[in-house]
């Protein structure tokens, strides 16, 4: 999926990139046009100034549309050691999209990363791509249970065992579940 996401990203900067090399080169596409013929000052200075205008707020328009495609990700760390995470959107808006899609549980998500070995009591740092609106954790045992959270990460359970968490980021794009597993030694 986060493959798809960049090969879109990769063919809108080249169409954008494209697009303002266009519009560098022709200065006749600017002048060519009536309402910018009716508002320009002959001056060549005046002229340069209007069309670096038009450029920077063609590329800062770009830019924004783009970023709101990209789904933020997680980097979880203990001890300068990365976790590992499985990243799933399930509900995420881009300007041409709506995608919501269901995922299984997630210990059924968890067999698909390695868990990641942890002192008791020891703190696991969150650190987002992209700052959430808010974000909830949860510990699975048999079923989802809240865990206690602060804004930086979480302090892991101090009895040893393997333990499933889920994250759960809220944007206004969407919600992005993470998925990733501890073993307390």
């Given at each position: 999926?986060?493959?798809?996401?960049?090969?879109?990203?990769?063919?809108?900067?080249?169409?954008?990139?494209?697009?303002?090399?266009?519009?560098?080169?022709?200065?006749?596409?600017?002048?060519?046009?009536?309402?910018?013929?009716?508002?320009?000052?002959?001056?060549?200075?005046?002229?340069?100034?209007?069309?670096?205008?038009?450029?920077?707020?063609?590329?800062?328009?770009?830019?924004?549309?783009?970023?709101?495609?990209?789904?933020?990700?997680?980097?979880?760390?203990?001890?300068?050691?990365?976790?590992?995470?499985?990243?799933?959107?399930?509900?995420?808006?881009?300007?041409?999209?709506?995608?919501?899609?269901?995922?299984?549980?997630?210990?059924?998500?968890?067999?698909?990363?390695?868990?990641?070995?942890?002192?008791?009591?020891?703190?696991?740092?969150?650190?987002?791509?992209k700052k959430p609106d808010s974000f909830e954790v949860s510990l699975w045992n048999e079923k989802s249970e809240k865990y206690q959270s602060n804004s930086n990460g979480i302090v892991v359970p101090n009895m040893k065992g393997t333990y499933v968490f889920d994250v759960i980021g809220h944007w206004?794009?969407?919600?992005?579940?993470?998925?990733?597993?501890?073993?307390?030694?």
């Amino acid at each position: 999926m986060n493959h798809i996401f960049g090969m879109y990203t990769v063919a809108i900067n080249s169409v954008l990139t494209y697009g303002l090399i266009s519009i560098l080169r022709s200065n006749s596409l600017l002048h060519n046009c009536i309402w910018f013929n009716n508002i320009t000052n002959k001056s060549e200075g005046w002229y340069r100034m209007k069309k670096l205008l038009l450029v920077t707020s063609f590329l800062i328009a770009s830019l924004i549309f783009v970023n709101s495609w990209q789904i933020p990700t997680l980097k979880i760390t203990y001890q300068n050691t990365k976790v590992e995470i499985l990243k799933c959107p399930f509900y995420w808006v881009t300007p041409l999209r709506k995608n919501r899609t269901d995922y299984p549980a997630p210990p059924e998500l968890a067999k698909e990363v390695s868990a990641t070995t942890v002192e008791p009591q020891s703190f696991l740092d969150f650190s987002f791509s992209k700052k959430p609106d808010s974000f909830e954790v949860s510990l699975w045992n048999e079923k989802s249970e809240k865990y206690q959270s602060n804004s930086n990460g979480i302090v892991v359970p101090n009895m040893k065992g393997t333990y499933v968490f889920d994250v759960i980021g809220h944007w206004n794009n969407g919600q992005v579940l993470y998925v990733f597993k501890i073993n307390v030694k």
